[in-house]
């Protein structure tokens, strides 16, 4: 093997990959291509389920199931959103940009006490920071 990818570490090449297949999805659904998008951030999610977590951060450098959350509540599929938040959560707890999204996608979804669940937790987060 020659070229840039050498001297990776298998870890290293999967996140590059997942990373593309987000960078993929991000741009379909800017081009108004939602479908695809869609698609490319959940071929994303499920590679990345499949890495141990110690390889997690920080390739890739966005968790997959937060970058789907994003797409779907920006699509107005709130419950679909949240599930996403909710699943990234269960994987890596308490990250901030997860949290935000929980609580944003419940609050749209009707969902008032994981909104509030959501919200408390981010306070009390920043609050021992």
Same mark, same amino acid.
């Given at each position: 093997?020659?070229?840039?990818?050498?001297?990776?570490?298998?870890?290293?090449?999967?996140?590059?990959?997942?990373?593309?297949?987000?960078?993929?999805?991000?741009?379909?659904?800017?081009?108004?291509?939602?479908?695809?998008?869609?698609?490319?951030?959940?071929?994303?999610?499920?590679?990345?389920?499949?890495?141990?977590?110690?390889?997690?951060?920080?390739?890739?450098?966005?968790?997959? *199931?937060? =970058?789907? #959350?994003? %797409?779907?509540? +920006?699509?107005?599929?709130?419950?679909? /959103?949240? !599930? &996403?938040? @909710?699943? $990234?959560?269960?994987?890596?707890?308490?990250?901030? *940009?997860? =949290?935000? #999204?929980? %609580?944003?996608? +419940?609050?749209?979804?009707?969902?008032? /006490?994981? !909104? &509030?669940? @959501?919200? $408390?937790?981010?306070?009390?987060?920043?609050?021992?920071?």
């Amino acid at each position: 093997h020659h070229g840039p990818a050498r001297g990776l570490s298998q870890a290293e090449r999967e996140g590059m990959a997942i990373t593309a297949m987000q960078l993929e999805g991000l741009l379909a659904m800017a081009t108004g291509d939602e479908k695809r998008g869609v698609e490319r951030l959940r071929a994303a999610v499920a590679a990345e389920d499949v890495m141990p977590y110690e390889y997690g951060p920080p390739f890739p450098i966005v968790l997959s *199931r937060e =970058l789907l #959350g994003q %797409a779907l509540l +920006a699509m107005g599929q709130p419950k679909e /959103a949240q !599930a &996403a938040f @909710a699943l $990234a959560l269960e994987r890596a707890p308490r990250r901030k *940009r997860a =949290l935000e #999204g929980l %609580a944003s996608a +419940a609050a749209a979804a009707g969902d008032a /006490a994981t !909104a &509030a669940a @959501a919200r $408390a937790e981010l306070t009390a987060m920043l609050g021992a920071g």
